[in-house]
């Protein structure tokens, strides 16, 4: 192990009041959690902006400090090629998934497994979702236990039990709404943390030239040599991280699917999404990075001051405490990162929670009130937690942790990334290709990791084999080429009348099945026994999966050829998109059992509004964010202008002041 | 200083808007033919700069990058 950091308790008072701090400013916003809709998805209100700045937390904290400017050391500038290359995939995501998993409501993405195919591909896709998540949690536990090893000379797994449990603790009672407001000031802490070791980098290297004229050329090129070493080149990162990880990321990561869903509107969601990727991700990879890159130079410029002993894993710790001469600083930075950690795992455990609850089970518990729900909640977030830690030695064996995570994403995303883009951008893609997908796709990518020299060499663009852990990123390119191709070869085979037909066999056999052990004995002893067992059994096996399989019809609204109809069905009624003005209004009680709002004929005009539409109503200061709103429709319009008529269940859902003027858009 | 090959410097970036491209641009394709994206639409239209602006923003930044690196 490296040499231990020393520290004062001036150093632990600022670690554990930072995080006091962060967790008591979540934690008075879990009061806006009533429900179960409010504990994962914050009752869908919150601003752009707001959300974009959690993500940061969320990104950067998965991505993490540590990971990158360990890279960045080594391989210099091209440490970035993972925060820049998101936008490829970007028009799929904001004119395809996000609408989709907005305007149907669903609660994690198995459920649009089941809406898109039946139960059955739904019970594969929470296997496969779970198990990514839990990875990505480990290694959120592993990165954690990395940054503090070197500061408090502790064994790795004592450190990743204790932040373990109070991650757990926290998000058992936070829930969503604590999670978005504690990662919105991680956000702007990790960026303000970020830019000062580089400001303080460079101040005690001697200015930006020295700096800059310390780093040769090969170590500035933004994007790494095309395909060398095996362990960081570009074109294996490119398919890993650029195609598999981003597509994972914006399209498969419940925790950041979650987060799209508690923005108010659609058009919210997709303003976070590119205001974070256009400018917040190319300032993350520097806050990221930049602690490797001033170490490099300082290596070079002052080596007595450089210990070339260190793990690369903790050389971001050894810059921050070279830069930083106070430690109070020091300790800031320590805490800033060490929080971000816990943003993401939180993040991760909480969608967690919403999978097992909304997948598993409340469809076995069903019909029990909402606090049930809740409690249940906090017990998977608990069990989740304990999972991530034990699944941390798997990840512990790589190298690095940025080795860890590329074959992490190399190897869990392709099935569930190829299932979920053929399911949204291609009619017909059916339930059993879907179902091959996961399973042909998973067998033959058994079959790369088994013979990988012979079955992924092919794809391998040049790059050398490494014996230990062979193809590490390029892997992700033959894992999505064979899940792709499986898709697309089983939709040509079993087309929707292909599986109309297998249903009506496989359901005569399974009834001749029943019929026979009906009148025979049960003990399977002759060759016809056995023939009814097996073949009887397979088919009902195959007709669990193509019975009740998506029909041209029932498509509507959950692939991107049908978004009008998702619109429609999410308001109930025709969209009305006639554009209006957003006034700001007074409000009052109406008594009513029902729900909804009145507003003024005159204002009604004004915001081109009629009864039946889509409202939004939020406290007028902009600065809150969405965290006092609500939604509602449109009721019979009044002649009071000004005022909008609100019932009580409104004002106590939207936590509205008496004096306090709102501001109504209608939405659609 | 020894020179850095076309694996080093210039096949990446064409690599990555190249192949990137083609995801992309397939993208803006789909959601033009499926017409989730309105181009009639004011807010769309907007939509529409932002994401081609998104692309060529990152190629210019890449290109720059790298000029930079070779060069200063």
New interface residues.
């Given amino acids: 192990m490296d040499h231990v950091i020393h520290t004062s308790p001036v150093f632990w008072i600022i670690i554990v009041g930072y995080f006091a701090l962060i967790l008591g400013f979540g934690s008075y916003f879990a009061r806006y959690n009533k429900d179960t809709n409010d504990f994962f998805f914050s009752g869908r209100r919150f601003s752009w902006w707001l959300i974009t700045m959690s993500i940061v937390a969320t990104g950067v904290g998965s991505h993490s400090f540590l990971k990158y400017s360990a890279k960045a050391f080594e391989h210099g500038?091209s440490s970035t090629m993972t925060y820049?290359?998101d936008?490829?995939?970007?028009?799929?995501f904001?004119?395809?998934w996000l609408?989709i998993v907005y305007y149907t409501r669903i609660r994690s993405i198995p459920d649009y497994f089941e809406r898109r195919f039946n139960r059955n591909v739904r019970i594969l896709a929470t296997i496969a979702i779970l198990g990514y998540m839990i990875g990505y949690i480990a290694i959120g536990f592993l990165t954690m236990g990395k940054t503090l090893e070197p500061l408090l000379g502790w064994d790795l797994y004592t450190i990743i039990w204790v932040v373990a449990i109070i991650a757990g603790i926290y998000i058992t009672f936070g829930g969503q709404t604590a999670v978005i407001f504690t990662d919105l000031a991680q956000g702007f802490v990790l960026l303000f943390a970020g830019a000062l070791i580089f400001i303080l980098g460079i101040n005690y290297l001697g200015g930006f030239d020295i700096f800059?004229n310390a780093l040769?050329?090969?170590f500035?090129?933004?994007?790494?040599?095309?395909?060398?070493p095996s362990n960081f080149n570009?074109?294996g990162i490119?398919w890993q991280d650029?195609?598999a990880g981003s597509v994972g990321f914006l399209f498969m990561n419940q925790g950041l699917i979650m987060r799209f869903m508690a923005t108010k509107s659609v058009?919210e969601g997709?303003k976070a999404a590119?205001f974070n990727?256009?400018l917040l991700l190319?300032l993350s990879t520097v806050v990221t990075s930049n602690a490797g890159w001033i170490g490099k130079a300082i290596s070079v410029v002052t080596p007595e001051a450089w210990d070339a002993s260190i793990k690369l894993d903790h050389v971001f710790t050894q810059v921050a405490s070279l830069v930083t001469s106070s430690e109070i600083v020091f300790a800031f930075i320590i805490a800033a990162v060490a929080a971000a950690l816990m943003s993401t795992v939180d993040t991760l455990i909480n969608a967690v929670a919403a999978v097992v609850i909304n997948d598993i089970y409340r469809p076995i518990v069903k019909d029990k009130d909402d606090k049930h729900y809740l409690k249940a909640a906090m017990f998977i977030s608990a069990g989740a937690t304990l999972l991530g830690v034990i699944t941390v030695t798997f990840f512990d064996n790589f190298p690095t942790l940025y080795e860890a995570h590329g074959f992490f994403h190399s190897t869990m995303t392709p099935p569930l990334v190829i299932a979920i883009f053929l399911g949204i951008?291609w009619k017909r893609y059916t339930t059993l290709a879907a179902v091959s997908t996961f399973v042909v796709g998973a067998y033959l990518m058994w079959l790369g990791n088994k013979y990988p020299a012979f079955l992924i060499g092919p794809f391998d663009h040049g790059i050398d084999m490494d014996p230990v852990h062979p193809y590490s990123y390029i892997r992700a390119l033959y894992n999505t080429f064979v899940c792709l191709a499986s898709g697309v070869l089983f939709s040509f085979i079993f087309t929707r009348k292909v599986e109309v037909k297998i249903e009506k066999y496989t359901a005569k056999v399974v009834a001749s099945a029943v019929a026979y052990f009906s009148t025979h004995d049960q003990n399977v002893t002759s060759t016809r026994d056995i023939y009814y067992a097996v073949w009887g059994g397979f088919c009902k096996i195959v007709n669990s999966f193509v019975k009740n399989a998506a029909t041209d019809e029932s498509l509507d609204g959950i692939t991107?050829?049908t978004?009008?109809k998702a619109r429609e069905m999410f308001k109930g009624s025709k969209p009305n998109?006639e554009?209006g003005l957003e006034p700001i209004v007074r409000w009052k009680v109406e008594e009513s059992d029902k729900s909804f709002v009145r507003f003024s004929k005159n204002q009604m005009e004004e915001m081109a509004a009629n009864v039946g539409d889509l409202v939004y109503l939020s406290d007028k200061r902009k600065w809150l964010g969405g965290l006092k709103s609500v939604h509602s429709v449109y009721a019979e319009p009044h002649d009071e202008d000004g005022v909008v008529y609100m019932t009580p269940d409104l004002i106590d859902s939207g936590q509205f002041s008496p004096d306090r003027a709102l501001r109504a858009e209608k939405e659609m | 200083?020894h020179e850095?090959s076309f694996?080093?410097?210039w096949?990446?970036?064409i690599?990555?808007y190249g192949?990137?491209?083609i995801?992309?641009f397939g993208?803006?394709f789909?959601?033009f033919k499926?017409?989730?994206?309105k181009p009639e639409?004011?807010?769309h239209k907007r939509?529409i700069k932002?994401?081609y602006f998104?692309?060529f923003?990152?190629l210019a930044?890449?290109v720059f990058?790298?000029y930079?690196?070779?060069n200063?």
């Fill in positions: 500038f820049m290359n936008w490829f995939f970007v028009p799929f904001l004119f395809g609408p800059w040769p050329s090969e500035k090129l933004p994007l790494a040599h095309f395909n060398q570009f074109v490119f650029g195609v058009n997709r590119a990727i256009l190319p951008f991107v050829w978004l009008d998109d554009p | 200083m850095l694996f080093r410097t096949l990446p970036v690599y990555l192949v990137g491209g995801i992309f993208g803006m789909i959601i499926a017409k989730t994206i639409r004011l807010l939509w932002v994401l998104g692309f923003y990152y930044l890449h990058l790298t930079a690196a070779l200063f």
